[in-house]
């Protein structure tokens, strides 16, 4: 693992290389198993309810959990739906 206290890289050098693998197409697949799927998401959905995460990241991770989710309901509707519990704080232990 990386150092953490390094220092970051020139945020104009970051936005130029976004730009550049938006461009270039650039997709990030993952091949996750339905137990690692279901972690994934509600470490998300985890994430997502921190009040301070509420930027365009976050919304554009929302989008992708319920993406993720509806894709799911397809075809496990129950599985989807004790995922989308996820999203109520109801239901943290």
């Not at 930027?55 to 319920?66: A, I, N």
Request: glycine share 6%; net charge neutral; proline share 6%.
């Amino acid at each position: 693992m990386k150092d953490m206290k390094a220092p970051l890289p020139d945020l104009k050098q970051y936005a130029a290389e976004l730009k550049r693998a938006e461009d270039e197409g650039f997709t990030f697949r993952l091949d996750m198993n339905a137990t690692e799927t279901v972690a994934f998401i509600g470490n998300l959905q985890l994430a997502l309810r921190c009040p301070g995460n509420d930027g365009p990241t976050s919304k554009l991770c929302r989008k992708t959990v319920d993406a993720m989710i509806q894709t799911i309901s397809i075809r496990y509707p129950i599985l989807a739906a004790v995922i989308r519990a996820g999203d109520n704080p109801a239901h943290d232990c």
